[in-house]
């Protein structure tokens, strides 16, 4: 059959996918870096793997441009990748300091672009709707209030302004700027626009009992 893996990363489905059957893939990433990273996989299945850069939610016409018509199956693994959490420099971690940037594509507005010049209503909501943040309020006008200081720059610097709003009890397991990081690289990279234009393109591209797999992080992408 011919599969795609609208989301590349490093590799770990379409290896499995590959693995499986003699069957193709075509893997699809809006991340330079990883299909940098994925060309000797590539070379390694010569004629079975092919990679894309780009958008999966432009998966239909990417794949129709290859010249296939209809696929046996899609996978998305949603969210973004442990390599750019990892990579400091990409500006996804709030553990990690490296410029404020979160975008996949390294194209459009940054995460600092946002932080440094959106107003406080729109922070706020952006935080509250793609952070699922209670306190999104409280973030929104403490960041402005810090940048008025000094303009946002590293990843470290946002983290601290936000955990001395939220705050942290004992008993919480995840970091307090975690809902806020989200929010920013959810906007950023228009993630939810992005899973809503690749399922209505996994939708024309499968072939009838075609199968379509999502794997989702958080309740917004279950949503």
């Given at each position: 059959?011919?599969?795609?893996?609208?989301?590349?990363?490093?590799?770990?489905?379409?290896?499995?996918?590959?693995?499986?059957?003699?069957?193709?893939?075509?893997?699809?990433?809006?991340?330079?870096?990883?299909?940098?990273?994925?060309?000797?996989?590539?070379s390694?299945?010569?004629?079975?793997?092919?990679?894309?850069?780009?958008?999966?939610?432009?998966?239909?016409?990417?794949?129709?441009?290859?010249g296939?018509?209809?696929?046996?199956?899609?996978?998305?693994?949603?969210?973004?990748?442990?390599?750019?959490?990892?990579?400091?420099?990409?500006?996804?971690?709030?553990?990690?300091?490296?410029p404020?940037?979160?975008?996949?594509?390294?194209?459009?507005?940054?995460?600092?672009?946002?932080?440094?010049?959106?107003?406080?209503?729109?922070?706020?909501?952006?935080?509250?709707?793609?952070?699922?943040?209670?306190?999104?309020?409280?973030?929104?006008?403490?960041?402005?209030?810090?940048?008025?200081?000094?303009?946002?720059?590293?990843?470290?610097?946002?983290?601290?302004?936000?955990?001395?709003?939220?705050?942290?009890?004992?008993?919480?397991?995840?970091?307090?700027?975690?809902?806020?990081?989200?929010?920013?690289?959810?906007?950023?990279?228009?993630?939810?626009?992005?899973?809503?234009?690749?399922?209505?393109?996994?939708?024309?591209?499968?072939?009838?009992?075609?199968?379509?797999?999502?794997?989702?992080?958080?309740?917004?992408?279950?949503?």
């Amino acid at each position: 059959g011919l599969y795609v893996d609208g989301t590349f990363g490093a590799g770990g489905y379409t290896r499995a996918i590959l693995g499986w059957a003699d069957c193709a893939v075509l893997a699809i990433d809006r991340d330079p870096d990883a299909i940098l990273r994925g060309r000797e996989l590539e070379s390694r299945f010569a004629g079975r793997l092919t990679l894309i850069e780009g958008c999966f939610g432009d998966m239909a016409r990417l794949v129709r441009d290859l010249g296939h018509e209809a696929v046996d199956g899609v996978v998305l693994d949603l969210g973004v990748s442990s390599m750019q959490i990892d990579e400091a420099g990409r500006g996804f971690s709030f553990q990690k300091d490296g410029p404020l940037d979160m975008r996949m594509s390294g194209a459009g507005l940054s995460a600092a672009d946002v932080v440094n010049h959106f107003d406080e209503a729109d922070l706020a909501r952006i935080i509250a709707v793609y952070g699922e943040e209670k306190r999104a309020r409280a973030v929104a006008r403490a960041i402005v209030a810090a940048r008025a200081e000094a303009r946002f720059e590293r990843t470290l610097a946002l983290a601290e302004t936000v955990a001395r709003v939220v705050g942290r009890r004992p008993q919480d397991r995840i970091h307090p700027a975690t809902r806020t990081f989200q929010a920013l690289r959810i906007y950023v990279n228009d993630e939810l626009g992005e899973l809503a234009r690749g399922l209505s393109g996994a939708e024309r591209l499968l072939r009838e009992g075609g199968r379509l797999a999502a794997v989702t992080f958080h309740s917004l992408e279950d949503r």
